[in-house]
């Protein structure tokens, strides 16, 4: 499981360091892959089987599930981790996430999320835990 938050940033030839504390789990190889919200995700090679694996019950006679599926694979990059425990992060992954140079990275349980610091400051204004219709939500989940 990812949990914690960790500030860093991307070099100039678009590898970020991935925080110690995920290296291990990751297991030296990850994917990564476009997130929702704008972000990017890391799994681990084993939770992106399983993730394959329910996709792959998407009806593919569905338009927006091809669309889905054809955005998520053709933007998805295999990373090995080098020795200092860096990813490249491909362009269009980069630009989709809006990165430039200082990010967020953050355990989301099943995987890591990947933010431009300026996209994640933006997106977090506002306190989920003092929503009271947010807090119903999770009610209907037991939690």
């Known amino acids: 499981m990812f949990t914690g938050t960790y500030e860093n940033s991307i ?3 678009n590898r970020m360091i991935v925080p110690s504390k995920y290296r291990n789990q990751l297991g030296g190889k990850c994917m990564l892959a476009r997130g929702f919200d704008t972000c990017l995700y890391i799994y681990t090679m084993e939770d992106w089987d399983e993730l394959v694996a329910k996709m792959r019950k998407l009806r593919q006679t569905d338009r927006d599930m091809r669309r889905f599926i ?27 996430a809006s990165i430039t140079k200082d990010l967020i990275t ?33 009610e209907e989940y037991d939690i």
Request: proline share 2%.
């Open 70 to 96: 054809r955005e998520f694979f053709s933007n998805a990059s295999e990373c090995q981790l080098d020795s200092q425990g860096r990813i490249l992060i491909p362009q269009n992954l980069k630009n989709y």
């Open 106 to 138: 953050l355990g989301a349980m099943d995987k890591i999320e990947v933010w431009s610091k300026e996209v994640y400051n933006d997106s977090e204004s506002e306190n989920m835990f003092n929503d009271e219709e947010f807090i119903a939500k999770l």
């Open 11 to 13: 070099d100039n030839k």
